[in-house]
């Protein structure tokens, strides 16, 4: 494998979904990084070249490159350690977007890796793998953004340990409407805020709203799924992070969305959507609400039933 | 009206199925209480005629029966207030079993009501008045029990304001073995030793284990349900009220149960089964289980798609 190189891509992704803190997200198509790698030599040092409109904002150091860190903790278990790792990453995704932007550079690197060693794993076996790039990209080796990263589709992490994965098939309506404020929100200031203790009764309504979402979801029944959108969680907290944000679902759920909450720990916003056209036209109006409060954004349209990490 | 009566049965219920605390219920068939209704005169007080093998141990008082306090709720809202209200009422399920045994009276005295009316409600609409029931008979008004009752099949109470509640469908196969010890268990007992708060982690998982389950429940899927089934709320404080759960829980997994829990507030344990036939062998084996522990229970094997309410 010496000298051959495999390039990969991952896509963006939406975790938490609003009432899923910390246990669902789905994968974005069209925006994502990209990422070749090569092992040069039969000793040597990792080697990482930056590329990509946020390229200049990533570390190169090994240590704290995400992409880096979790292909270098596969090819350890590998069996491949020190073998003159080359990684090429082309980063497309902006950095605190909320939109898994350091999985989606782990998980290209890692289902770039796996191929170039002959595929010894299963694309679900990269996820603990890419759960160590989280680990230093934000404190926490959490899943919701790397599994569907690499899986595709809509996933509920059910527990870490042991690391249990469900994904589930949206219906193929569903669409995705995120727009991405031109504002940065550290992931950790995000987990700061939040409360460590929560009212059993919110815990109840927030468990029947995610028993309801999921009926809404497989029996694809829309009206289900907007009626059980309500996070008691993590959105009533964060919300004083993102600007805004209160006018932006006002404006996707009066054109039409069926729901509409934080996208991981924010500032992107993201909106459930019946077709693709309404999905473009809710962007465009969150898009505007944001530009009132003087926040410029960007938009991104996506079906839930998206295609996670691929070969290039 | 005056002078005819009408007859119907209402089912015991599982509330809370372990996870769902105070929220999901599921009717069971065969088990319940019988209620025939009549209006005897265009004034009146309220009768109350007990039978059934716990009869005796039921309050006569208008305002403390739960039949009658639904009922009355019920002939108020329809403009039929002091009409010589007659309630037989046959209580055929034992108190503080965990069953929903003050929810079945309820029910099948207002589904006779009803019909006794000609039908001015739905079935459904009678849910907020048999929640009054519940009301004088734990403290509480609640509908994870009455709505099953009624409706029949496996509920979500997704919501109390507005009242929100949506049934699905169970796998055919899925049957429930419920054993009823011979304790008696104050709803308001297991209510309070609750903790009030919830860490957020264990919030996570709970809710985790909530979009799993009822993932596993629609897509027909026996091992994600079993899998899913663990409550952090209520069971961990509750066992202490049940001696001997651990070894009847053990037993019912032990002899192939896809899961066990407790069966609204306990005493009663419910356990889900693959078939009606093993449901049966976890239930002899959960009661031999207690009988170790010197205690006397009694057997009850439902589907989980059991009928609600019914005229005889």
Known sequence: MNGRSVTAFAPASVANVGLGFDFMGFALSGAGDRVTVSLNGSTGDTTIIMSGEYGSLIPV???????????????KAKGYEGKGLKIELEKNLPLGSGMGSS???SAAALF???ELLGNPSTTGELIPFAMEGERI????AHADNVAPSLLGGFVIIRSYDPLDIVRIKCPDELYCAVIHPHIQVRTADARRILKREIPLGD???QCANVAVFITGILREDYDLIGRSMDDLLAEPKRIQLIPGFDNAKKAAIGTGAIGCGISGSGPSIFALCRGEALSFKVAEAMKGSLMDSGLESDIFISSLNAQG???I
């Open 61 to 75: 150091e090994p240590a704290k490159n995400t992409a880096s860190v979790a292909a270098i903790a596969f090819l």
């Open 112 to 114: 770039a890796l796996n």
């Open 103 to 105: 999985a989606s550079s």
């Open 203 to 205: 815990v109840t309504k």
């Open 309 to 311: 990490a691929y070969l």
């Open 137 to 140: 990209a934000c404190g926490t």
